[in-house]
């Protein structure tokens, strides 16, 4: 056996009842389109997009209504034509139960659907093998389609990848109990899907496509090797698998047909592999080839509470309880349980909430056929676990990481491999929700990874802070001392200038004021004699013409004395006037010798 056609043992894995019978049998039905639908913005694993309409535009189905600005985001179509009513927090279909914000639309009355335009759709590429890729790939972000299989990842993404790409893998395995719709699609619509995968081959420029089938739908299996026939295509061939949960795992799936394992924490893509559903290459088909963006899907309805189990085509954002009221569901007084997805990954859902791209399937089980779990025992340490894991991971390791809080050590024992088949759980003699342990530890370790980041980022805030703070300070600082440095010098400056009139100001005062003391003396001694009056004299005019030279220097220099100079030069002035009057008087009156 050659090494293409060969397939690899998967590890681990189980055999549940599988429960499809009760959906397959009967073609896929389309259910009527609902009187509203609710588009939540957040319909993929990307980012939400951004609504492009108003509270009351009309719009008409497939029209263009919400568009995300970031690569990794799925645009939002119109699913029936009509009137947008509200823009608001609406209950979404996801495990964590909450409200996203979403686009309600209410369809239009008879009268007005008979004058408006029944569907927008884009320019078909009926001769899609002449298209470049970059085109292709456009084409499939217009359309607006995220992977069918779970995820719900943008597929354009997928297209985008900078690595060579030598395997394309279409997964129809569909191992999941109660789920038929991938069954149905391709014995209904095998053709359909041979030209997504091609439309795929020429995009990643690969030499080979496996589709993959489990043994258990051998009608699938005759009816894409039929359309194979039609077209020719060597490079497309079939891969019958063995029957066993969960061998439509992507990393378990990539092993059972190349023998090669996905390294842990990478993708497909690290092999030069890509996986697609069959129904998004279905997708793909009809937004490239009949110009049809993504605005329905096919879901299984089925469980014992299911009066009519099938296979429907059901508008998107059509509320779950309309889908179910469609085939005879009972969901007024006591609602009834709905999983969305089958018994081992699936997850209870408000039934208020709408159906979105990745419903593949509503399961609504009857008491009896979901009874409520046991409460668990203590684990017994059997090690049935380790034995049915798929990953080849120790189950039972990471439950105690999970029960003590060790989050490090869950991580180092690659709890991120887990895939959260529940195989473990479902072969746990003492029923452990292994499953739900692993889904909070992991929750655990993302809300520790975060609050680190956040730690870090305020780490890298504060220090910028005290970095600039200290900038600014030292900035200050040097201004403070540039500026005390310039006032020194001023000082000096001013020193430098100031000291000499000051001294001779202090001098002349000091001779004014040894004149005053000589005359007083005088006085007070004897009569003041002639030769007494004319040193006063004398005295005073030396003052003053010292202090003329000093005053006329400073004028010139345009020293700031000048203003002090002028006023002592004024009082010796005065002293000079009245030593002069007094010895003139001195001589009139005949005192003199």
Partial sequence: MSRVDRIWPLPGGIHPPEHKSESNGRPIARLPAPHHVVLPLHQNSGLPAEPMVAIGEQVQRGQLIAKGHHPVSALVHATI?????????????????????????????????ALSPEAVSMAPMRDWATETKERLVSRIQEAGITGLGGAGFPSHIKYLGQRQIHTLIVNGVECEPYITADDRLMREHATDIVTGTQIALKILSASTAFIAIEDNKPEAISAIKAALVAVTDT??????????????????????????????????ASLGIVMQNTGTLYAIKEAVVSGTPMTERVVTITGEGTPNPGNYWVTIGTPIQDALAATQVAVTGNRPRVIMGGPMMGYDVDITAPVSKVTNCLLVPSATEFPTAPDPDPCIRCGLCEQACPANLL???????????????????????????????????????????YRFAKAEIKREAIET?????????????????????????????????EAAKAQAAKAQDTPSTLDASAKD?????????????????????????ENTVVLAQQAVDKTRVKLATAVSDGLPSVEALTGALQKLEKRLADAQSALQSHTETGDAP
């Fill in 395 to 437: 189950p039972q390791k990471l439950f105690w990481n999970a029960v003590h809080h060790e989050w490090e050590q869950a991580r180092l024992n690659s709890l991120s491999d887990c895939i959260e088949c529940g195989a473990c759980s479902w072969v746990c003699p003492s029923n452990i929700p292994l499953v739900q342990h």
């Fill in 235 to 268: 490079r497309i061939k079939v891969k019958v698998v063995p029957t066993k949960y969960p061998s439509g795992g992507e990393k378990q799936l990539v092993y059972l047909l190349t023998g090669r394992e996905v390294p842990s924490g990478d993708i497909p």
């Fill in 453 to 485: 980041i956040k730690a870090d980022q305020s780490r890298l805030r504060f220090e910028q802070r005290q970095a600039r703070l200290e900038r600014d300070a030292a900035e200050k600082d040097a201004k403070r001392k540039a500026r005390a440095a």
């Fill in 81 to 113: 034509s009509g009137r947008v009513t509200a823009i608001e927090d609406r209950p979404f279909a996801h495990p964590s139960g909450l409200s996203v914000p979403s686009i309600v639309i209410e369809s239009l009355s008879d009268q007005e659907a």
């Fill in 509 to 533: 005062a000091i001779l004014a004021s040894v004149a005053r003391a000589k005359a007083k003396k005088a006085a007070s001694t004897g009569p003041v004699t002639q030769e007494a009056l």
